[in-house]
């Protein structure tokens, strides 16, 4: 079969909001067939609704009609890549990607994260990996959704760094700064202990809620696009240990 210009249904195919518990859905953008009935296999077995697509038009097409919970979208694709794929349905409703690339570039990495990657990972990979990764993104989201349902109160102030936790926003000297979902809550994981040293295997379990030291170098690039975009100079690295969030001294609580 081809899978280039065609998408494959498990359950109701009916565009639909997101749905629960392990009838979420979950789009993979792949276009070697043989890597994406293995991903779909797989992820059906987990319970999910799975559709895929092969190409980039045919992925912002699919992401559109059917209102994914989640992609599992590769990097290298006819017609426009994944970057691409990842900027169009970003750009019209935010859903957790997670990027496949078959090149161990960190240049490529950042480049994913910058354009709403959640998180990426590099071929060959592991499904059992795969799939932890698909259920800490999704497991994400409904921790920020019960966030903003029940907001703890106030802005957290470092300096010219303020962290709006209800809102789920972030400003640095009075500009908005655009984070990922990801990036927003690795932030707030080092603005709860400002100044202190967190390793990255804590990061790890905080953020992604892993116990696999083998996502470290997943920090690793998640610290260097939020570096990007909040400042180099706001997170300190540990050579060996992790990072820490400089703040002024003495550092501002959650007002």
């Known amino acids: 079969m081809d899978h280039r210009n065609t998408t494959q249904t498990h359950g109701t195919g009916t565009p639909a909001a997101a749905t629960p518990g392990?009838?979420?859905?979950?789009?993979?953008?792949?276009?070697?067939?043989?890597?994406?009935?293995?991903?779909?296999?797989?992820?059906?077995?987990?319970g999910f609704q799975v559709r895929t697509a092969g190409d980039g038009p045919a992925a912002v097409e699919a992401a559109e009609a059917?209102?994914?919970?989640?992609?599992?979208?590769?990097?290298?694709l006819p017609g426009f890549d994944g970057l691409e794929v990842c900027r169009r349905v970003q750009?019209?409703?935010?859903?957790?990607?997670?990027?496949?690339?078959?090149?161990?570039?960190?240049?490529?990495?950042?480049?994913?994260?910058?354009?709403?990657?959640?998180?990426?990972?590099?071929?060959p990979f592991s499904m059992r990996e795969l799939v932890a990764r698909v259920h800490v993104l999704l497991r994400r989201v409904e921790r920020a959704a019960l966030a903003v349902a029940s907001p703890r109160?106030?802005?957290?102030?470092?300096?010219?760094?303020?962290?709006?936790?209800?809102?789920?926003?972030?400003?640095v000297a009075g500009k908005d700064v655009h984070l990922t979902p990801t990036e927003f809550d690795l932030l707030v994981c080092l603005a709860n202990s400002p100044?202190?040293?967190?390793?990255?295997?804590?990061?790890?379990?905080?953020?992604?809620?892993?116990?696999?030291?083998?996502?470290?170098?997943?920090?690793?690039?998640?610290i260097k696009a939020l570096r990007r975009k909040i400042g180099a100079e706001r997170i300190r690295t540990v050579?060996?240990?992790?990072?820490a969030l400089e703040a002024p001294a003495p550092a501002s609580d959650w007002a």
Not at 23 to 32: G, N, P, S
Not at 66 to 76: F, I
Not at 205 to 215: P, R
Not at 239 to 243: C, D, S, T
């Open 66 to 76: 059917w209102q994914p919970d989640l992609l599992v979208l590769d990097v290298m």
């Open 91 to 123: 750009a019209r409703r935010p859903v957790p990607v997670l990027m496949l690339t078959a090149r161990d570039d960190e240049t490529d990495m950042l480049v994913g994260l910058g354009v709403g990657a959640d998180d990426y990972m590099t071929k």
């Open 22 to 46: 392990g009838q979420r859905r979950v789009l993979v953008v792949e276009d070697d067939p043989t890597i994406t009935e293995a991903i779909a296999v797989r992820l059906r077995a987990e």
């Open 239 to 243: 050579h060996g240990v992790g990072y």
């Open 153 to 171: 109160s106030g802005t957290l102030r470092l300096g010219e760094l303020e962290i709006d936790h209800a809102q789920r926003r972030v400003r």
């Open 195 to 222: 100044r202190a040293v967190l390793s990255r295997e804590q990061l790890l379990a905080e953020v992604w809620d892993w116990a696999d030291a083998s996502g470290t170098r997943t920090v690793d690039s998640h």
